[in-house]
C-alpha cells in the first residue's frame, strides 16, 4: 500500500514560474497514484495543512485515479502546516505497514518533522520524503529593493537581498542537509526536487534508484 501525502499549506502555493509548489506537487501525486495503481497494488491520498483536510482511502482500483485527481485539483490552500501532527496521526492510523511517500516543502519545526517521520518507521513504513521547492527559493536570485510577502501568517519583509542573500544560502541549505542527514538516519530515501525541473526526468530518474537498490 502507498500513502501518498501532499502538502497543501499556504508555502506550498509559492511559484516563480509556470507551476508553483503545490501545483508541481499535485502533478507528482498523480503521477505516483497513476504508476501504483498501474502496478496493481493499493494507493490512498492525504492532503493535509494543520490537519488532513482530503482523505481518499487505499484502493486497488484503478478507477479510483479519477476520485484522486479530482480531489487534487479542488484543493486550494488557506492554511498553515503542522507537518508533525499529521504524520503522528498517519502514524497511528495506518495499521497495516506500507510506504508513506510525502511530498511537501518541509517549511516548519525540524525536529519535529523528524520525529514524527521516526514514528513512521518505528511502526515499520517504508517512508519517502519528497522535498518540493522553487528555484527562487534556492538560489535567492532577487536584487534591488524587495518587499517579501510572507505565507502562512509571516509579515511582510522589504529589505535589500544583497544584504542577506549570503546568510540566507547558507542557513537554506544548513536546513536542506539537515533534512538530508535526518532522513539517512532514519533509512529514508530523501528526493531534492526542483519545479523548474521536468517531472518525468525526476520520476524516472527515482524510480531508476528504486531499481537498483532493490536489485
Given at each position: 500500500?502507498?500513502?501518498?501525502?501532499?502538502?497543501?499549506?499556504?508555502?506550498?502555493?509559492?511559484?516563480?514560474?509556470?507551476?508553483?509548489?503545490?501545483?508541481?506537487?499535485?502533478?507528482?501525486?498523480?503521477?505516483?497514484?497513476?504508476?501504483?495503481?498501474?502496478?496493481?497494488?493499493?494507493?490512498?491520498?492525504?492532503?493535509?495543512?494543520?490537519?488532513?483536510?482530503?482523505y481518499l482511502p487505499r484502493s486497488d482500483?484503478?478507477?479510483?485515479?479519477?476520485?484522486?485527481?479530482?480531489?487534487?485539483?479542488?484543493?486550494?490552500?488557506?492554511?498553515?502546516?503542522?507537518?508533525?501532527?499529521?504524520?503522528?496521526?498517519?502514524?497511528?492510523?495506518?495499521?497495516?505497514?506500507?510506504?508513506?511517500?510525502?511530498?511537501?516543502?518541509?517549511?516548519?519545526?525540524?525536529?519535529?518533522?523528524?520525529?514524527?517521520?521516526?514514528?513512521?518507521?518505528?511502526?515499520?513504513?517504508?517512508?519517502?520524503?519528497?522535498?518540493?521547492?522553487?528555484?527562487?527559493?534556492?538560489?535567492?536570485?532577487?536584487?534591488?529593493?524587495?518587499?517579501?510577502?510572507?505565507?502562512?501568517?509571516?509579515?511582510?519583509?522589504?529589505?535589500?537581498?544583497?544584504?542577506?542573500?549570503?546568510?540566507?544560502?547558507?542557513?537554506?541549505?544548513?536546513?536542506?542537509?539537515?533534512?538530508?542527514?535526518?532522513?539517512?538516519?532514519?533509512?529514508?530515501?530523501?528526493?531534492?526536487?526542483?519545479?523548474?525541473?521536468?517531472?518525468?526526468?525526476?520520476?524516472?530518474?527515482?524510480?531508476?534508484?528504486?531499481?537498483?537498490?532493490?536489485?
Amino acid at each position: 500500500v502507498a500513502h501518498l501525502l501532499l502538502d497543501g499549506s499556504e508555502s506550498m502555493k509559492y511559484g516563480s514560474g509556470e507551476l508553483s509548489k503545490l501545483e508541481y506537487g499535485k502533478m507528482m501525486a498523480a503521477c505516483l497514484a497513476y504508476l501504483v495503481l498501474q502496478q496493481r497494488d493499493a494507493v490512498a491520498l492525504g492532503i493535509f495543512d494543520e490537519e488532513v483536510q482530503e482523505y481518499l482511502p487505499r484502493s486497488d482500483n484503478r478507477d479510483s485515479l479519477f476520485k484522486i485527481m479530482d480531489r487534487l485539483a479542488g484543493f486550494d490552500p488557506q492554511r498553515e502546516t503542522r507537518i508533525a501532527s499529521v504524520l503522528h496521526g498517519m502514524a497511528n492510523q495506518i495499521r497495516r505497514k506500507g510506504v508513506v511517500i510525502m511530498i511537501s516543502d518541509f517549511f516548519d519545526d525540524e525536529q519535529k518533522v523528524i520525529e514524527g517521520i521516526q514514528n513512521l518507521r518505528f511502526n515499520g513504513h517504508e517512508v519517502i520524503v519528497m522535498q518540493v521547492l522553487d528555484p527562487d527559493e534556492i538560489e535567492f536570485p532577487f536584487s534591488c529593493m524587495v518587499e517579501f510577502d510572507g505565507l502562512e501568517n509571516i509579515a511582510r519583509i522589504q529589505t535589500r537581498p544583497s544584504q542577506i542573500r549570503k546568510s540566507y544560502l547558507r542557513e537554506f541549505e544548513a536546513f536542506r542537509e539537515r533534512l538530508r542527514n535526518a532522513c539517512e538516519r532514519h533509512q529514508c530515501h530523501f528526493v531534492d526536487v526542483r519545479t523548474d525541473h521536468p517531472l518525468d526526468e525526476v520520476l524516472s530518474n527515482y524510480l531508476a534508484f528504486r531499481r537498483s537498490t532493490a536489485s
